[in-house]
């Protein structure tokens, strides 16, 4: 609310501690959503590039070494 009054009343000053006092409780409620996108991320990458990597590590030994 004090932002929409800032705005209001042109208070520049009191626009910016609100601004300020909203900056730690929007990051402390954004981690669980950006813990669940990274946690979704690491498993659709693993997924996927898992038989290309054990290809990639089986690879030198089949042709006999990378020279």
Same mark, same amino acid.
């Given at each position: 609310?004090?932002?929409?009054?800032?705005?209001? $009343? #042109?208070?520049?000053?009191?626009? /910016?501690? =609100?601004?300020?006092?909203?900056?730690?409780? #929007?990051?402390?409620?954004? $981690?669980?959503?950006?813990?669940?996108? =990274? +946690?979704? $991320?690491?498993?659709?990458?693993?997924?996927?590039?898992?038989?290309?990597?054990?290809? #990639?590590? +089986? =690879?030198? /030994?089949?042709?006999?070494?990378? +020279?």
């Amino acid at each position: 609310m004090n932002i929409l009054n800032a705005v209001l $009343t #042109a208070d520049w000053k009191l626009f /910016k501690d =609100a601004l300020i006092h909203l900056i730690l409780p #929007a990051f402390a409620l954004s $981690t669980i959503p950006m813990a669940l996108i =990274a +946690r979704m $991320t690491r498993s659709a990458m693993l997924g996927s590039a898992w038989p290309g990597i054990i290809f #990639a590590l +089986r =690879a030198p /030994k089949a042709w006999g070494g990378v +020279r």
